[in-house]
């Protein structure tokens, strides 16, 4: 059985021209070594698998080719390769130094490639200086390195430095159809498109990968075939999605993304891909840009035909909230429905229904014999208007909603104004018939408004019921027990720091400093509608002291706690005797 030989290895390129998305820098090195302006000490930079050791081969071949018949001598005893990340040290850079003295015996170089030089200690660095700066004649230097930036200054000012790029999917396809083509594989170029873009700029995880699928699917590729492989999101998931979102289809939006995580894909990769899917959509809504897509002819005419659908507005609204979907993502308890929550308002842009109602406001009143009625428009659907009149009693309105309604009652405008130009006083019972466009018209709807904030107010009757400090304690303590389930702890220490003083209907409550009292300052107004509508007395007020002299109360234990309980309702310390209670 023949070994088999990774297509990174056979097919790695043995000259400049065949070196893959680096022609800038190949045609620099051609040219540098046939005008003879090649530096001695030479840094390749860049991410792996885009081909700065393979330079380096090719240069230390190259530059010793000038004046030898044979093209196919490699001058393989003037190349010497050095790992820095197992070859750190100082006493493995001084043998180097060593051996960079002797002269090549054939040849005019010798070449040294270090690979992951950023992986030298600081003293091997130090040693390395000299010999860097002022070579022999006869020596060159190349260093290869993924991460420049933990390399020192001082070796970065002595070396000429190449910053490689990433080999772009266009050139990463290209060179695949080659190699698919040397080996008799017939492929689709949607298949070879998503192996290049899984590749991530890297020409050898592109191979790599290459070798994986057609040991999967044998001799023809095709893109279902690779997606299945590489268990990658193609663009027609995507495109099923977006069009689920289009057509506002919610529960078969959550179906297909269920589907999607049963196939064992993440979350977290989906919403991101989604995100990318909108900004090819907006891409390709414009032919000047149209190049930016790096995909197939076949996905390109379904891009397009999608962005058609697909509005501007939709687009730049659904990146925001794919985006904000994915930033939240790492840090939330529920992934899942962050997701779906992310997808449902996805589907939401674009719905047409029935539009959400405003702020609720107290609908126009009628002062009509001691009662109250509330007269409105009803449904706008159909183009006669029907006014609706609801007779309603003399009411209590719970204390914390009142100063609410009172205000907005004085905000009102007339209650005709915004009723439909056919709808006129006239239609309303009991009321003269005037034309609209009369100064009686005018004067009859400026009355109805007067009426209006006067019936409002009246309608609205402030609970006031008397209650004891023992009851205003034990909701003080409810509520502070309530911020403490919450996780509000800071809240709950500030409302049981002291037992608060009721003086009248104010409840007077100390706290040792100014900050405390800032922050007591936040939750006053949710306490005082708590507080008025449990005891149903809107007259209650807090007032907050400052005394830098408090001895702050704590229970520590349930005896404590017992004390506090009791001071506060004397009822369980019989209760404790009643029943033989132990604490």
């Known amino acids: 059985m023949e070994q088999f030989v990774v297509s990174a290895r056979k097919y790695r390129p043995q000259t400049f021209k065949d070196v893959v998305g680096q022609q800038a820098i190949t045609n620099t090195l051609l040219n540098a070594i046939e005008s003879n302006h090649l530096a001695s000490a030479l840094l390749f930079t860049g991410p792996r698998g885009v081909g700065k050791t393979t330079c380096a081969r090719i240069l230390a071949r190259k530059i010793n080719q000038p004046g030898y018949d044979d093209p196919f001598e490699d001058f393989a005893f003037n190349v010497f390769e050095l790992d820095a990340a197992s070859n750190n040290s100082v006493d493995d850079i001084r043998n180097l130094i060593d051996q960079v003295r002797i002269p090549p015996q054939t040849g005019q170089y010798k070449v040294y490639i270090i690979d992951e030089v950023h992986m030298l200690s600081s003293a091997a660095f130090n040693a390395f200086l000299k010999t860097l700066e002022e070579p022999p004649k006869h020596a060159i230097f190349i260093l290869a390195t993924t991460e420049k930036h933990k390399i020192i200054p001082t070796i970065l000012s002595r070396c000429q430095i190449f910053d490689f790029k990433r080999i772009t999917v266009k050139d990463a396809k290209e060179h695949l159809a080659e190699v698919a083509k040397s080996q008799g594989v017939e492929f689709e170029d949607d298949a070879l498109h998503i192996i290049a873009q899984k590749a991530d700029g890297a020409m050898r995880d592109a191979l790599s990968i290459f070798d994986r699928v057609v040991s999967y699917c044998g001799n023809k590729l095709t893109r279902q ?140 009143t009628y002062y009509r014999n001691n009662s109250y009625s509330i007269t409105e428009a009803g449904s706008q659907k159909t183009e006669a208007v029907s006014i609706k009149t609801v007779e309603v009693q003399k009411i209590a309105i719970t204390p914390q909603k009142s100063e609410e309604i009172v205000e907005k009652a004085e905000e009102l405008p007339s209650p005709i104004s915004h009723l439909p130009s056919s709808v006129t006083p006239n239609t309303i019972e009991g009321q003269p018939k005037v034309s609209a466009l009369s100064l009686a018209s005018i004067r009859a709807k400026k009355e109805m408004a007067e009426n209006l904030k006067s019936t409002v107010k009246e309608v609205v009757h402030l609970a006031s019921e008397p209650f004891t400090e023992t009851e205003m304690l034990e909701q003080w303590l409810k509520y502070a027990q309530r911020m403490e389930d919450k996780g509000f702890r800071i809240v709950a220490s500030l409302l049981t720091i002291n037992d608060p003083i009721l003086e009248g209907t104010t409840i007077v409550h100390e706290l040792p400093n100014e900050s405390s009292k800032i922050d007591f300052e936040k939750e006053r107004p949710e306490l005082l509608g708590y507080l008025r509508g449990k005891l149903h007395n809107h007259d209650i007020t807090i007032n907050v002291i400052v005394n830098e002299t408090l001895v702050v109360k704590k229970a520590f234990t349930n005896q404590d706690k017992f004390n506090r309980l009791a001071e506060i309702n004397p009822n369980i310390e019989l209760l404790k005797k009643l029943f033989d209670l132990d604490v």
């Open 225 to 364: 075939a690779v997606t299945e492989n590489l268990n990658v999101l193609d663009y027609e998931t995507y495109i099923t999605v977006t069009n689920l979102i289009l057509e506002n289809k919610i529960p078969e939006l959550l179906l297909a993304y269920n589907e999607i995580l049963s196939k064992g894909f993440d979350g977290h990769h989906f919403i991101a891909g989604l995100a990318s899917h909108f900004r090819d959509l907006l891409v390709a809504k414009n032919p000047a840009t149209l190049s930016l897509l790096e995909m197939g002819e076949a996905a390109q005419q379904l891009y397009g035909h999608q962005s058609k659908i697909a509005s501007q507005d939709f687009l730049l609204k659904g990146i925001d909230i794919a985006n904000d979907c994915d930033l939240k993502y790492k840090v939330s308890q529920n992934q899942r429905l962050l997701v779906e929550l992310a997808l449902m308002q996805l589907a939401s842009i674009t719905f047409d229904g029935e539009k959400k109602k405003s702020e609720f406001i107290i609908p126009p």
